[in-house]
């Protein structure tokens, strides 16, 4: 399932027209903000779907019936340029474990890349409900070669993947390259994506927007 979070009126819109500006996104502050409001809003929409029991809770004046959640989700984000939406799924899921994984476009002397995992930190996701966090779903690969590697480690139950712009192209490449029950939630779905593997009109380098401009690998 696919869903775009820019197709329904509300403040997502207005936060997406920030991140995306030229005159806006170079405040770093206001940037990485806006990437945690979108974690936020989406960490809310996803605990829509999550399963919940009753609970009898004591408060001082007698017992109230509350629903909680079954289960934490386990948070995961790709290093670096997901650390602010990941921030903000975690201010709203603060019970839950996280992973961490590292991917990075290794660029060849053609001009091509490929995707460089190197380091991976994750507590156990078999069985578990997973939100994968990364603002730029491009080519899809950084997301594949992401869930390949974590489902060795265990099998999900369900992956929620949470992107501030996604490119359909990549989208496709997602689902058929992935076995896995996913839901994926776009900030909003571009549909371009230029030769280097930039989506148009997308935001230009989350990453280097969110903590400055790293040297090329
Ligand atoms: O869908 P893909 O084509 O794989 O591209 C998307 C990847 O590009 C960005 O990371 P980047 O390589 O810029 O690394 P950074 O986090 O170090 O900035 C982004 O955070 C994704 O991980
Ligand atoms: O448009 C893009 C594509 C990949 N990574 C980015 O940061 N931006």
Redesign the pocket.
């Known amino acids: 399932m696919i869903i775009n979070l820019s197709e329904t009126n509300s403040l997502v819109g207005e936060w997406l027209s920030e991140i995306r500006n030229i005159d806006v996104q170079q405040d770093r502050m206001r940037f990485r903000r806006n990437m945690e409001r979108l974690g936020e809003v989406a960490a809310y929409e996803i605990s829509k779907t999550l399963e919940y029991e009753e609970k009898e809770i004591t408060t001082p004046m007698g017992i109230a019936n509350c629903r909680v959640l079954k289960a934490q989700p386990v948070l995961a984000t ?5 650390l602010a939406l990941h921030q903000g799924l975690l201010h709203y899921f603060d019970k839950a474990d996280h992973a961490f994984i ?4 290794k660029h060849n002397h053609d001009g091509s890349f490929d ?1 460089s995992l190197e380091y991976v930190s994750s507590p156990s996701i078999e069985g578990q409900v997973l939100i994968l966090s ?12 992401t869930i390949e590697h974590l489902e060795e480690i265990g099998k999900p139950t369900h992956i929620h993947l949470v992107v501030a712009i996604a ?1 359909t192209v ?1 989208i496709e ?1 997602v689902l058929r390259n992935t076995k896995a029950n996913i839901t994926i939630w776009a900030g909003d779905i571009d549909d371009e ?1 230029t030769a280097k ?1 930039y989506i148009v009109p997308g935001l230009g ?4 927007l ?2 400055g401009n ?1 040297l090329q690998q």
Not at 102 to 105: E, H, I, P, T
Not at 139 to 145: A, Q, Y
């Open positions: 790709i290093l670096r340029a997901g590292s991917a990075y476009r995707i990364d603002p730029m779903l491009a080519t899809g690969s950084s997301l594949v070669k490119c990549g490449y994506l593997g380098d989350a990453g280097d969110a903590f790293k």
